[in-house]
Every structure is written in structure tokens, then in C-alpha cells.
């Protein structure tokens, strides 16, 4: 099993639709959480981090559930703009110290 | 966050040659990593590049193949040694700030290897 999964998709919405994405990882000792956006050819870029309170910023929600160990990431009103592959990363190291594992992403393309 | 440049942005090189990637940050930063993409592939990371020590290699990465330099808290290089084909990737180096859990990514380093 992998360490971070996530469903590749691609996911093909309609501008103006609400899409999820979700991702288990199987280290529950992991301590931090996170969503990167990685558009094709360029580096990933921090989309946000992901709280035990769930939080969010604009159009963005992102929630962790520690029990089942699953984190996830809404969009609404999708723009075509947002088309682009999100990355779901979990910091799996021990306490105080970094090992970021990066699952495989997701393709989202948002049609016109 | 802080700026991370990387140099060279891509290269062709022959098989068996070696090639260094430069990372520059413009501030101090606890630590620094290095990563590969292969095509359609998501981040795999090769090291933790630790300054004033050896590297910390993931399973998989040993530092004859990977060798890694971080002379200071501004910088690293990665070298792709005795290069194959499937060394064709793009590098990526990435770094945490000492107050934060995120890290930030440089632009990447496109290797092709023919």
C-alpha cells in the first residue's frame, strides 16, 4: 500500500462546479498536511496547509479526519483557471523531524 | 516565502557524464531537500541535504549516484553521476524555513540524458 493515495482522475467539471478530492495516508503518525497545485511543466506551489480544525481560504476548503486518515480538498465555483494537478502531501516523519511524501496527484480540467 | 532559484533550468547531456544543479536560496533556511519528477510521475525525494554533514538519503538514493553539498544555510548542489537514460527527470529542490512546516519548491531542473 502506498503511503499517500490519491484518485488520479481526471476529474472534468463544468466552470461554476463544486469538485472534491480526497486522500488517505496509512502513517498515522503523521503530523502535517498539506495541498500543493502543480500546473504542467512548473513546480508544485503551496495551495494550503491542512489544520486538525479544517480550514479555509476563498474557494478552497481543506479538512482532516486523523481517525480514518484521510484528508480533502473542495473547490467551488471552479474556474478554468484552477485546472492543474493537485498534490496531496503528508509530512510522515517523527516528532521534529521532515519526510514530505507527495502522492500522485490529481488532474482536474475545468471546461468551458 | 523565500526565492529559490536553480541552476541549469535544463540540459541534454551523454550518458556516463556527470551534471551538478545549483540551488540558491535568498535567505537562511534550516533545510533544504532534493527531489526528482520523473515524466507523469509525481516527487519522489532522493535527499534531505543536512549543512555541515552528509546527507540524508532515502531508500532507493546513495550518495555515489547522488552526491549532495550544502556548504551553507543559502545553498546546495545536487550531482547526477555517471548518468543513464533513466536518470531523465526534473530535479527539484525544495526548503522549509524555520518557523514554518511548509516547503517551498525552486523551479526545477529539466535533465534529459540521450
Known amino acids: 500500500r502506498k503511503e499517500v493515495e490519491q484518485d488520479p482522475g481526471p476529474f472534468n467539471v463544468p466552470e461554476g462546479a463544486t469538485v472534491a478530492f480526497n486522500c488517505t495516508y496509512s502513517n498515522s503518525a503523521s503530523q502535517s498536511f498539506f495541498w500543493y497545485r502543480q500546473d504542467c511543466r512548473k513546480e508544485p506551489k503551496l495551495l494550503m496547509s491542512v489544520y486538525s480544525s479544517g480550514n479555509e481560504d476563498g474557494r478552497f476548503t481543506a479538512q482532516l479526519n486523523r481517525a480514518s486518515q484521510y484528508i480533502s480538498l473542495l473547490i467551488r465555483d471552479s474556474k478554468l483557471s484552477d485546472s492543474a494537478t493537485y498534490l496531496c502531501v503528508v509530512n510522515s516523519g517523527s516528532s521534529g523531524t521532515y519526510k514530505y511524501i507527495f502522492g500522485t496527484g490529481t488532474r482536474l480540467k475545468v471546461l468551458a | 516565502s523565500a526565492v529559490i532559484s536553480q541552476k541549469p533550468s535544463r540540459d541534454i547531456c551523454q550518458r556516463g557524464t556527470s551534471l551538478t544543479i545549483q540551488c540558491q536560496v535568498d535567505?537562511?533556511?534550516?533545510?533544504m531537500f532534493w527531489y526528482r519528477q520523473q515524466p507523469g510521475q509525481s516527487l519522489t525525494l532522493i535527499a534531505t541535504?543536512?549543512?555541515?554533514?552528509?546527507?540524508?538519503?532515502e531508500s532507493g538514493f546513495v550518495i555515489d549516484k547522488f552526491p549532495i553539498s550544502r556548504p551553507n544555510l543559502t545553498f546546495s548542489t545536487l550531482t547526477v553521476s555517471n548518468m543513464s537514460p533513466e536518470d531523465s527527470s526534473i530535479y527539484l529542490c525544495s526548503v522549509k524555513e524555520p518557523t514554518a512546516y511548509e516547503q517551498y519548491f525552486g523551479p526545477g531542473t529539466r535533465l534529459t540524458v540521450t
Open positions: 541535504a543536512n549543512q555541515g554533514s552528509e546527507a540524508t538519503y
Open positions: 535567505s537562511q533556511v534550516t533545510m
